[in-house]
């Protein structure tokens, strides 16, 4: 193992992967450092080595080291990935998961990280930015020595300035959540009140192209859209096209360069996107000139936080079947919405996408971490847990969970050696996985945080237990839908 010594008689373990020109990183235990040739320009203060008495500068990581180390080593920033087949969003909500995330990525390397992955949502409810979110992405990267691209996704932002915000950040892949231009009520009308308001906006030229049309889209799947399933899908899907096509040619294509992958989202909604919807949402977005890397629909049954899919699992395979044949059509990626902790579906998708995916994960990573909480601090667990069952009515404005709190196991009947066996229970997973926001924010009288400094501390200290959790969790993941 190597040591870099000051002649101040300071030790510090070396990151070995981290070693590059002029530049490598080491663990001052309660925080690591930056040590850089001063010709690199970082800022920070003198040492001097007392191996070989050259001057270094040791440098604290943050925003300003980040963004000189992607200038001098760009392998540390972000790219446009979403061309490669095989792609995994695995958001980290604590800035902390990279490495052990990097280790997956290292053993399957047929499939590139998306590694920053933040939604706007996420950023307010843990304090953060999308500067912050990178920067941690590009840390974690040059610690490991990880060189062979990974992305950086404005998730499910919204608005155009929410967009202009990521990509002023430096994020290479937008995510535009369309779900406030989507009209899910129509779902619930009568035909004739479907017909009644598709009188008052009435597109003929949309009917021209669509209604009583079949379309033959190969590999045996055929779309048709007799008329009442035509109407509803113009009152549903029509409004998110046109935010869609204005964002595009607004933000992502400036002068006939396209800055960043772009995916749609139609997937926030309570009903599932019909093959059909998909298809006319394909089209349309085509027709309009929008380069999609990746569409994300709504998939039958449930994908809720933290816990397998629920549904039928032959329907889900049979529509997978024509969305990915959809995709294959219009030349972009399936992504996987929700996909944390999804593995009853993982083999069908990685099949019937042919390879060809984009995978997301986010807070199952804060799962393992708090799982690591029970496992070797059981009192700490405790105090967390009891704060959940009291903020979760909060939490769950955020999240679409069916969570019965009735379900858990209360804390008393439970040893400390019993606690870690509350993440196999779907209920207790879900009440640990939306309340993160208020547990990491909850303070004290004082205005001292009541978990978020102790919690920081704890994952420092453990953090190679952290990463192993990390490297089997989300793993599994990747094995999964790549069929191993």
């Given at each position: 193992?190597?040591?870099?010594?000051?002649t101040?008689?300071?030790?510090?373990?070396?990151?070995?992967?981290?070693?590059?020109?002029?530049?490598?990183?080491?663990?001052?235990?309660?925080?690591?450092?930056?040590?850089t040739?001063?010709?690199?320009?970082?800022?920070?203060?003198?040492?001097?080595?007392?191996?070989c008495?050259?001057?270094?500068?040791?440098?604290?990581?943050?925003?300003?080291?980040?963004?000189?180390?992607?200038?001098?080593?760009?392998?540390?920033?972000?790219?446009?990935?979403?061309?490669r087949?095989?792609?995994?969003?695995?958001?980290?909500?604590?800035?902390?998961?990279?490495?052990?995330?990097?280790?997956?990525?290292?053993?399957?390397?047929?499939?590139?990280?998306?590694?920053?992955?933040?939604?706007?949502?996420?950023?307010?409810?843990?304090?953060?930015?999308?500067?912050?979110?990178?920067d941690?992405?590009?840390?974690?990267t040059?610690?490991?020595?990880y060189?062979?691209?990974?992305?950086?996704?404005?998730?499910?932002?919204?608005?155009?300035?929410?967009?202009?915000?990521?990509?002023?950040?430096?994020?290479?892949?937008i995510?535009?959540?369309?779900?406030?231009?989507?009209?899910?009520?129509?779902?619930?009308?009568?035909?004739?009140?479907?017909?009644?308001?598709?009188a008052?906006k009435?597109?003929?030229?949309?009917?021209?192209?669509?209604?009583?049309?079949?379309?033959?889209?190969?590999?045996?799947?055929?779309?048709?859209?007799?008329?009442?399933?035509?109407?509803?899908?113009?009152l549903?899907?029509?409004?998110?096209?046109?935010?869609a096509?204005?964002?595009?040619?607004t933000?992502?294509?400036?002068?006939g360069?396209?800055?960043?992958?772009?995916?749609?989202?139609?997937?926030?909604?309570?009903?599932?996107?019909?093959?059909?919807?998909?298809?006319?949402v394909?089209?349309?977005?085509?027709?309009?000139?929008?380069?999609?890397?990746t569409?994300?629909?709504?998939?039958?049954?449930?994908?809720?936080?933290?816990?397998?899919?629920?549904?039928?699992?032959?329907q889900?395979?049979?529509?997978?079947?024509?969305?990915?044949?959809?995709?294959?059509?219009f030349?972009?990626?399936?992504?996987?919405?929700?996909?944390?902790?999804?593995?009853?579906?993982?083999?069908?998708?990685?099949r019937?996408?042919?390879?060809?995916?984009?995978?997301?994960?986010?807070?199952?990573?804060?799962?393992?971490?708090?799982?690591?909480?029970?496992?070797?601090?059981?009192?700490?667990?405790?105090?967390?847990?009891?704060?959940?069952?009291?903020?979760?009515?909060?939490?769950?404005?955020?999240?679409?969970?069916?969570?019965?709190?009735?379900?858990?196991?209360?804390?008393?009947?439970?040893?400390?050696?019993?606690?870690?066996?509350?993440?196999?229970?779907?209920?207790s997973?879900?009440?640990?996985?939306?309340?993160?926001?208020?547990?990491?924010?909850?303070?004290?009288?004082?205005?001292?945080?009541?978990?978020?400094?102790?919690?920081?501390?704890?994952?420092?200290?453990?953090?190679?237990?952290?990463?192993?959790?990390?490297?089997?969790?989300?793993?599994?993941?990747?094995?999964g839908?790549?069929?191993?």
């Open positions: 193992m190597a040591y870099f010594k000051t101040k008689g300071e030790e510090f373990k070396v990151y070995a992967d981290s070693v590059n020109d002029g530049a490598f990183m080491v663990d001052g235990g309660d925080r690591d450092y930056l040590v040739d001063p010709s690199l320009g970082f800022a920070g203060g003198e040492v001097v080595c007392s191996k008495g050259d001057k270094k500068i040791m440098s604290v990581l943050d925003h300003e080291a980040a963004v000189l180390l992607r200038k001098h080593f760009p392998w540390t920033g972000p790219s446009r990935v979403l061309d087949d095989k792609t995994m969003g695995v958001g980290d909500r604590l800035g902390i998961a990279g490495d052990g995330h990097l280790r997956v990525f290292f053993k399957y390397p047929e499939v590139t990280p998306i590694l920053a992955q933040q939604s706007i949502r996420e950023l307010n409810l843990t304090n953060r930015t999308f500067a912050d979110v990178l941690s992405a590009t840390f974690a040059f610690r490991c020595g060189k062979t691209g990974w992305g950086a996704d404005g998730d499910h932002v919204k608005t155009a300035e929410e967009v202009e915000y990521a990509l002023k950040s430096g994020f290479t892949m995510t535009l959540d369309c779900s406030e231009h989507i009209d899910n009520s129509v779902n619930d009308m009568s035909s004739s009140e479907v017909e009644k308001i598709y008052s009435k597109d003929a030229e949309l009917e021209s192209l669509y209604m009583d049309k079949t379309f033959d889209i190969g590999e045996g799947v055929k779309i048709h859209f007799n008329r009442d399933l035509f109407y509803r899908t113009v549903i899907y029509k409004e998110a096209v046109e935010h096509v204005k964002i595009w040619k933000l992502i294509c400036r002068d360069v396209q800055v960043a992958d772009f995916e749609i989202s139609i997937d926030e909604t309570l009903s599932s996107t019909l093959p059909e919807q998909h298809f006319f394909a089209a349309e977005l085509a027709r309009f000139g929008v380069r999609c890397s569409v994300a629909p709504r998939f039958c049954g449930e994908f809720q936080k933290g816990v397998d899919y629920r549904g039928d699992l032959v889900y395979e049979k529509e997978m079947k024509i969305h990915a044949a959809i995709a294959r059509k030349g972009y990626k399936i992504s996987i919405h929700s996909g944390s902790d999804k593995f009853s579906i993982f083999k069908v998708s990685g019937e996408t042919a390879g060809r995916f984009h995978l997301k994960t986010a807070g199952t990573n804060w799962l393992e971490a708090v799982k690591l909480v029970a496992m070797k601090d059981p009192g700490l667990y405790r105090e967390l847990h009891e704060y959940a069952l009291e903020a979760f009515a909060e939490a769950s404005q955020y999240y679409h969970v069916s969570t019965n709190l009735n379900n858990i196991p209360a804390l008393s009947t439970l040893t400390d050696a019993q606690l870690p066996s509350l993440f196999n229970n779907d209920d997973r879900q009440l640990i996985h939306i309340t993160y926001g208020l547990i990491l924010n909850k303070k004290n009288a004082d205005g001292s945080y009541t978990f978020k400094d102790r919690l920081y501390k704890f994952w420092r200290k453990n953090r190679e237990e952290y990463y192993s959790l990390l490297e089997n969790h989300i793993g599994r993941h990747a094995a839908i790549l069929l191993k």
